[in-house]
């Protein structure tokens, strides 16, 4: 077996293949850690799929100049990847059906990005896992943490910017004057639009949920949000 830090210095003259063969070397490390998890009601191949995308990470992260062997720097990253996902799987029940999807698309996404040198497109995607278009977006939307129109983000000169600003597309400090616009605007939508941005923003639904609330597919519940969420955009740039 070729050693760590000689595969380490061929990833970085370029050689890919010898990923693949740091990642068979390291298997049993990714494996280990997952057994600390198995006890928790998850599959086991389940979770050293996700361990072995922290490793991954750990491979592309790793600099000699850390000071540390790469075993060491990896297992923190492989815990990391694993307490994640059992902390963002408690949030909503996604099928194992979605899950199952989402990580196929992710192991393409990793090696697309890899060989294009930039992230990859929904058809890439596409032909790398197998999976059809509509099959990805919905595996996506239903592994994805959900957001509230409340969350907090960084934005306008790092200041920050709850989600409802999104929709706004300024910076306003007056907040309650941005609760007022968003309530009139709402008013501006039909019944379904209107139901759709409720849960989807305020309710923290993902698309894949609320199209089976709804009974239409996911990407129509897609194009509906876009559309309502424009509505709602010029009415604001007509209030300005």
Request: net charge neutral.
């Amino acid at each position: 077996m070729i050693d760590n830090a000689i595969l380490l210095e061929k990833i970085r003259s370029g050689e890919h293949s010898a990923e693949n063969q740091l990642v068979e070397n390291n298997m049993g490390l990714v494996i280990g850690l997952a057994k600390r998890f198995y006890n928790r009601g998850y599959d086991m191949d389940e979770l050293v799929q996700i361990g072995s995308i922290g490793l991954i990470k750990a491979i592309r992260k790793f600099d000699g100049e850390f000071g540390v062997k790469f075993s060491t720097y990896a297992v923190p990253m492989i815990l990391g990847e694993l307490k994640r996902f059992i902390r963002d799987d408690g949030i909503i029940k996604v099928s194992r059906v979605h899950k199952t999807n989402a990580m196929k698309i992710r192991r393409a996404q990793e090696k697309l990005s890899q060989n294009l040198n930039r992230d990859p497109t929904i058809a890439e995607i596409s032909a790398q896992c197998g999976l059809n278009t509509e099959e990805i977006i919905t595996a996506m939307d239903a592994t994805a943490a959900p957001e509230s129109i409340y969350r907090q983000n960084k934005s306008c000169d790092d200041d920050e910017r709850e989600l409802m600003d999104k929709i706004t597309g300024i910076c306003e400090e007056d907040k309650i004057i941005n609760k007022v616009v968003i309530s009139k605007a709402l008013e501006l939508l039909d019944e379904r639009e209107r139901k759709i941005i409720i849960m989807r923003y305020f309710a923290g639904k993902t698309q894949s949920k609320i199209a089976q609330i709804i009974g239409v597919s996911q990407v129509q519940i897609s194009r509906i949000e876009k559309s309502a969420l424009q509505k709602m955009r010029n009415y604001i740039d007509q209030s300005d």
